[in-house]
């Protein structure tokens, strides 16, 4: 006692509140209403802060048993003390890690999904709710609705791959919302592992890029099209040079003509006599 306490033994005898008043005070109305009720249970175990002789807080575990007269009457608890304030240090530190994956997870726009070794999912947060349109209920502990029969063997190899320790990072596939349409998807996907270290299951994480598909089908449509335009625009070029190309020929040569002509006449006038009026 002295040892888990720092208080001598002898406090607790010569003090019959000693420990009662010592008991946190969230604790203390459980802690006496469990003690309470061992003339009933015969037994019990319960944990609790208690304040140390340092001032501190500690956790122990408690745990008695009622011994009894032979006529059946109560004579004494008999109980066992145990330091667990290391234990329960741990446990709480696990437990605001829980909360805060959960949190990010419940909070995260990203559809996250985990199968099992079998397939079956088991956990579907809301950001894969509000993708696919499948609720919680709907898709826990069944195979993912999201896959079509056609995408069915796809889906398959890249599972048994995972369970063989790969993973794959922004893979574009396909999948099916509830109301039939397809979806375009960035998938990542990681092997999920035991204590022991074994794969146990799949953990999927799904971004929607049906918008970004959209956007890149239209730019592409668009690029196509101005790579048409400018095509047929270097045709329209070739076709209105060939065609000033021809003007010109014509209309200097019909100029040549003409020239040719003047020139004709021009030289039949110098070459007549002068008459001698002249």
């Known amino acids: 006692i002295e040892g888990l ?29 469990a003690f309470q009720r061992i003339s009933q249970t015969g037994t019990l175990s319960t944990e609790y802060r208690w304040r140390v002789a340092d001032g501190t807080y500690r956790w122990f575990l408690d745990n008695a048993v009622l011994q009894k007269n032979p006529d059946g009457s109560a004579r004494e608890i008999l109980g066992i003390l145990i330091d667990i304030t290391a234990q329960k240090e741990i446990e709480d530190k ?28 088991q956990l579907w947060n809301p950001g894969a709710e509000h993708i696919f349109g499948w609720c919680e209920a709907e898709v826990l502990g069944r195979p993912l609705p999201t896959v079509a029969p056609d995408r069915s063997d796809e889906h398959r190899y890249l599972r048994e791959r995972v369970m063989k320790d790969e993973a794959f990072t922004d893979l574009e596939v396909v999948r099916c919302r509830k109301d039939g349409t ?28 049906t918008q970004r598909k959209q956007v890149e089908i239209e730019l592409s449509h668009s690029r196509d099209q101005l790579r048409a335009l400018a095509k047929r625009l270097e045709s329209v070029r070739e076709e209105e040079s060939s065609r000033i190309a021809r003007e010109i020929h014509d209309e200097l040569g019909q100029a040549m003509t003409s020239l040719k002509l003047d020139l004709s006449w021009v030289a039949r006038r110098l070459s007549i006599p002068e008459t001698a009026d002249t």
């Not at 306490?5 to 010592?22: E, M």
């Not at 990542?188 to 999927?204: E, F, K, N, Q, Y």
Request: hydrophobic share 45%; proline share 6%; net charge negative.
């Open 182 to 209: 397809s979806v375009y998807i960035s998938l990542s996907t990681a092997p999920l592992r035991d204590s022991s270290g074994t794969i146990c299951g799949v953990l999927g994480l799904m971004a929607d890029m």
């Open 94 to 121: 696990l437990r605001q890690t829980n909360d805060r994956l959960t949190a990010l997870i419940h909070s995260s726009p990203i559809g996250i999904v985990i199968l099992d070794a079998e397939g079956l999912c």
């Open 5 to 33: 306490t720092g208080y001598p033994s002898a406090a607790f005898l010569q003090h019959p509140d000693f420990w009662v008043l010592r008991l946190h005070p969230v604790d203390r109305e459980r802690v006496l209403l």
